[in-house]
């Protein structure tokens, strides 16, 4: 099963976070400062997953001998596991250990939730706020005493955890960057595939660092090895007479949750149909970075050519972000331009705006076009922070309900001036009394 590892510095409640997690008395609870424990792990379970919870020893990022080794063990812990509880004390904030916590989980890339613990009274709040500065998404405010806000965070944890793949092998993590390939029947996507790994294949045993998935392909673009999910739902062509629409979204659905980047795959050759509607949707829901490409290019001429800049600007309007690449499967014209889009457009996915630098730019958006005057009152913004990548998301800290206009026009101009072609971005409201 999928292991969370849930660290933190000594004395912030891991230890009764676990008990109350595993609702046994199994884990240890130490009141000692700094007291080294190697990595104990439990098997748990919510909401029907089943998973498998690390506890680790306190971190200490500067500390000799006993205490070096316990935060090895946390790192290592991190290193194992497929997400990771991060425990702060919600009464004290971040301390400066803390903040070396959170350059270690930055450089893992793994999924992170923030806890901040000891918060037994709804009026103990206040520290907790400032923790969203640490980037790493919003603070869950939990009671491990109590056990109050362990079911939010229990919820949220499991939903980080990777699905079991299909063959019962995990979601491969690091390695290669995964693509999915999707679009509907006869756009082309096995030919395309066919035309970009040629003789090119890359032969899986000899990529370091990836789990062996026979339903996956390694294909060299662009200098670079990248790993084209869940290819042999595309080579295995379906020829069911009934169903076969669904089969292919559930295909489509597999793959998107396996990538990190969807290229949607139309063709020149018809209108966007309501099938490839439905598909660029699903892109779009799953959060992943996107590149459209048109197939077929061969078969273009002066007159589709017209009807189809027409198209897109009605059809594709709400992915205008997305680079196109057009291509065609058969001459293999463009397949080099696929991998430089793949690359701008997971760049964007990636992107992290310091919050100095957002909330500069905000005030001078703020500055230069206000929040128009609605019934005598114009709520402000006080604050913004990015709390996480892959997508990026934005949270503005509001004195109230933003105009969804004017919510639209900060996030056009978001990413208009830090880039993010390729990639969705999104922008919540926390509205602060
Ligand atoms: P898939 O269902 O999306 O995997 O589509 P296929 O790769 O099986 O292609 C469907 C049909 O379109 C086949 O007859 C291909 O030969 C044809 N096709 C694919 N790519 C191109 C292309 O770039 N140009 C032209 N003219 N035909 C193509």
Not at 384 to 401: D, I, M, Y
Request: charged share 25%; proline share 6%.
């Amino acid at each position: 099963p999928p292991a969370l590892a849930v660290i933190g510095r000594p004395n912030v409640g891991k230890s009764t976070l676990v008990n109350r997690i595993t609702r046994s008395k199994e884990a240890v609870v130490e009141d000692v400062p700094g007291v080294t424990r190697d990595r104990v792990s439990y098997d748990a379970e919510w909401n029907g997953k089943d998973f498998t919870l690390v506890d680790t020893g306190g971190w200490e990022q500067d500390a000799r001998g006993m205490h070096k080794r316990v935060a090895e063990q946390a790192e290592m812990a991190v290193d194992e596991a497929d997400a990771v509880v991060f425990v702060v004390d919600g009464l004290v904030g971040a301390t400066a250990v803390d903040e070396a916590v959170v350059r270690m989980l930055r450089r893992k890339k793994k999924p992170v939730l923030l806890v901040a613990n000891k918060i037994d009274a709804p009026s103990q709040m206040s520290e907790v706020y400032s923790l969203w500065n640490l980037g790493l998404g919003e603070p869950y405010p939990v009671s491990a005493l109590h056990g109050t806000g362990t079911g939010d965070l229990l919820d949220a944890a499991v939903k980080a955890l990777p699905e079991f793949a299909e063959h019962g092998g995990m979601i491969p993590t690091g390695g290669p960057r995964r693509v999915a390939l999707v679009g509907r029947p006869n756009v082309g996507k096995s030919s395309l595939l066919n035309k970009l790994a040629g003789s090119e294949r890359v032969v899986v045993d000899s990529v370091a660092g990836t789990t062996m998935d026979p339903v996956d392909e390694f294909i060299e673009l662009g200098g670079e090895t990248w790993r084209f999910v869940d290819t042999a739902g595309i080579r295995r062509r379906q020829h069911m007479a009934s169903g076969s629409e669904y089969y292919a979204m559930l295909r489509t659905q597999r793959a998107l949750d396996k990538a990190e980047v969807a290229v949607v795959l139309l063709s020149v050759e018809e209108p966007v149909s309501e099938q490839d509607v439905r598909i660029i949707q699903m892109a779009v829901d799953s959060g992943r970075a996107l590149v459209v490409a048109y197939n077929k290019w061969d078969l273009m001429d002066e007159e589709r050519r017209y009807y189809l800049e027409r198209e897109v600007t009605r059809d594709l309007a709400h992915i205008a972000w997305a680079p196109r690449v057009n291509v065609s499967a058969l001459t293999g014209w463009h397949k080099d331009k696929l991998a430089p889009a793949l690359d701008t457009a997971l760049t964007s996915w990636g992107r992290r705006i310091s919050t100095g630098r957002l909330n500069a730019f905000l005030g001078e958006l703020v500055a230069a076009t206000p929040h128009p005057v609605r019934g005598g009152k114009q709520p402000r913004i006080l604050f913004a922070t990015q709390p996480s990548t892959r997508p990026p998301r934005f949270v503005l800290f509001t004195t109230g309900f933003l105009d969804p206009g004017y919510r639209r026009f900060i996030t056009r101009r978001l990413r208009e001036t830090f880039d993010f072609t390729g990639s969705p971005i999104e922008v919540s409201m926390r509205v602060r009394e």
